[in-house]
């Protein structure tokens, strides 16, 4: 039995692997940042042994409230992932006990998002009669930041931005893009086409393609936590946020999504900007009315469980949402999503999964439609 992690989002320290019912991990941190709770390893030949894996600095985690009632994620072949009920916090200890039924098993915090899968999806997008895709710049590795550009710009087409994955470790967030492109380049599902023929969409599937081949949680290859750069981007710590700010000057912006996942909360939210100062009067019952349209379009979202107003205090406009929302004077969101179960709906096999991050994408048309429609 050994343990290894040289692959795309790989991410573990390797304490001790001695015996199989004492490993001994640490999760490690980002490349440039100390941030660490994102881990993603491959056990080899361990079909029918009996493991217990122990994260031994889990309690100095990024999000320490995020272990409790936490599982983590399994899978025999990348594809299908299960939770581990064998998971649990102890002592400032993560603990994992699991007996896999097959030699090559894969563990990981949450399920991944490949960058392979990441060009696959822009590959269909590219290939629909309703979507190009562009390179917006270059990251700090050198790899593009994509923008899936969906509809021509036009006087009766609102420009909408919707961008995801500030946070490498949040793959949710790109989980969710996928199924909100799928319907959206969906030639036979008319809310689809009538979105498309009042706005013209600006969809970024990943902000952040160095730290999530990395395997960071939060930052990018400089260590810059992209949500935090939004007031003051530069092309040396943020090009990602820069390249995007500059094309959204260009097109403007009259509603912006920023897609994310929550370590601690087992619920999906949005958090608005109604506390950003100058935005229009208008706007705590614009953003009512989204609302109201997501959770009638999807039984998953809720407005009860949230963060409060003043969470992020004197940094609010260096985040994306608070930003756009102050410069564009837009209805401006942040959505959340678990990286536990949902505890409206738990399921007991896959908790909150990639899945369930799809059909939440897919119903977001419902609520961007209402927006783009209202009276």
Known sequence: MRISQGFDSGSIEVVSAAAPEAIRLRLRPDNAASFCQWFHFRVHDAAGVPLRMVFENAAEAAYPDGWPDYRAVASYDRRTWFRVPGTRFEGGRLIIEHTPERNNIYYAYFEPYSHERHLDLLGRAEMSPYAQVRSLGATVDGRSVDCVMVGR??????????????????????????????????????????????????????MNPDGAIRGNLRTNAAGANLNREWMTPSAERSPEVLCVREHMETTGCALFLDIHGDESLPYVFIDGAQMVPGVPDTMPRREAAFLAALADASPDFQTEVGYTPDRFGEEMLTLASKWVAHRFGCLSLTLEMPFKDNRLLPDGQHGWSGVRSKRLGAAMLQPVLRDLTRG
């Not at 949040?170 to 909100?180: D, I, K, N, P, S």
């Not at 036979?188 to 979105?195: E, F, G, N, S, T």
């Open 153 to 206: 710009p036009a006087p009766e087409r609102q420009p909408v931005w919707i961008i995801a994955r500030q946070h490498p470790g949040e793959t949710m967030a790109e989980w969710f893009v996928e199924g909100l492109l799928e319907r959206l380049l969906d030639g036979a599902d008319p809310l689809a086409r009538r979105v498309r023929e009042h706005a013209c969409l600006y969809i970024v599937p990943n």
